[in-house]
C-alpha cells in the first residue's frame, strides 16, 4: 500500500514565525487532506489538495502530485496553531481505495 | 455549516462488553468511514461503507466488529466483545464523492 512520511517529526516555534511542514508519499494518489489534530483530539480539516496549491488565511498548501509531496505552510503562527498536523493520502495503483492513509504526523508547538 | 457529529463524546467500559458507538454523516453524503487513533499514534482506517454494504475494510475490521446505517441518518460501530486494545480514539467521518473526507470530533473509548 501507499506509504506516507511527514516531516519534521516535531517542530517548535516561536509565536509569528513561519513553517513549512512536508509530506511524501509512495504512489500516485486520487486524494490529499491536510489535517490539523487540536488538543481536545479533534481532526479539522485544512485542505483536499490532491494536485496545485490553495491558501486560506495564514496557510496555504502545495502538492506536486508528479514528484509526490505535498508542502503546508504557515506565516505568522500563533500559539492556537499548536497541535498535531497530519496528511493524509489515499489512491495508489488502479485508485480502486478511497480510504486515506495517514502519515505519522507533525507536532507542532507555538511557545509565546 | 453541516458537520459530522458523535455520541457519546467519551465511553468507558468493562472488557467483554458490547459498546455501540453512533455517528450522524452530512446530511447529503453517500460514502461513510470509520477510523480509529490508538494515543499517541497515527490515525488507522476501519471500514468504509457505501450502497449500504461494506466496500472496504482493513484487517483491524475483525468478526468483534460491524457497522450498521439503520435509517437514513445514522451510521454506528459496534464492538461485541471488547478487549483493552480496543481503547482508542473513534473517528467517523464521511463524504459526497470518493474524495474530500469530513471527520467528526471523535468518540473517545476507554476498556478497563
Known amino acids: 500500500g501507499i506509504q506516507v512520511e511527514q516531516s519534521p517529526p516535531d517542530l517548535i516555534l516561536q509565536e509569528g514565525a513561519n513553517s513549512t511542514l512536508r509530506c511524501n508519499f509512495s504512489?500516485?494518489?486520487?486524494?490529499l487532506q491536510w489535517f490539523h489534530q487540536n488538543p481536545w483530539g479533534q481532526l479539522i480539516n485544512l485542505f483536499y489538495?490532491?494536485?496545485g496549491t490553495k491558501q486560506n488565511g495564514r496557510l496555504s498548501a502545495t502538492t506536486v502530485a508528479t514528484e509526490r509531496y505535498s508542502l503546508l505552510y504557515s506565516s505568522s503562527s500563533q500559539t492556537t496553531d499548536s497541535g498535531v498536523y497530519f496528511c493524509?493520502?489515499?489512491?495508489?495503483?488502479?485508485?480502486?481505495?478511497?480510504?486515506?492513509?495517514f502519515g505519522t504526523g507533525t507536532l507542532l508547538a507555538v511557545q509565546p | 455549516e453541516p458537520e459530522v457529529t458523535q455520541t457519546p463524546s467519551h465511553q468507558v467500559t468493562q472488557m467483554g462488553q458490547e459498546v455501540i458507538l453512533h455517528c450522524v454523516p452530512i446530511?447529503?453524503?453517500?460514502?461513510f468511514y470509520w477510523y480509529r487513533q490508538i494515543l499517541g499514534q497515527k490515525v488507522e482506517f476501519l471500514v468504509s461503507?457505501?450502497?449500504?454494504?461494506?466496500?472496504?475494510k482493513s484487517e483491524i475490521f475483525d468478526d468483534q466488529f460491524s457497522v450498521e446505517r439503520p435509517d437514513g441518518s445514522n451510521f454506528t460501530l459496534k464492538i461485541r466483545s471488547t478487549k483493552l486494545e480496543d481503547s482508542a480514539m473513534y473517528f467517523c467521518?464521511?463524504?459526497?464523492?470518493?474524495?474530500?473526507?469530513?471527520f467528526g470530533p471523535g468518540t473517545r473509548l476507554t476498556v478497563l
Open positions: 467521518a464521511s463524504s459526497v464523492d470518493r474524495y474530500e473526507q469530513f
Open positions: 504512489d500516485s494518489v486520487n486524494n
Open positions: 489538495i490532491p494536485s
Open positions: 493524509a493520502v489515499s489512491g495508489g495503483y488502479g485508485g480502486a481505495t478511497n480510504k486515506l492513509i
Open positions: 446530511s447529503n453524503h453517500l460514502y
Open positions: 461503507f457505501y450502497n449500504n454494504e461494506i466496500s472496504e
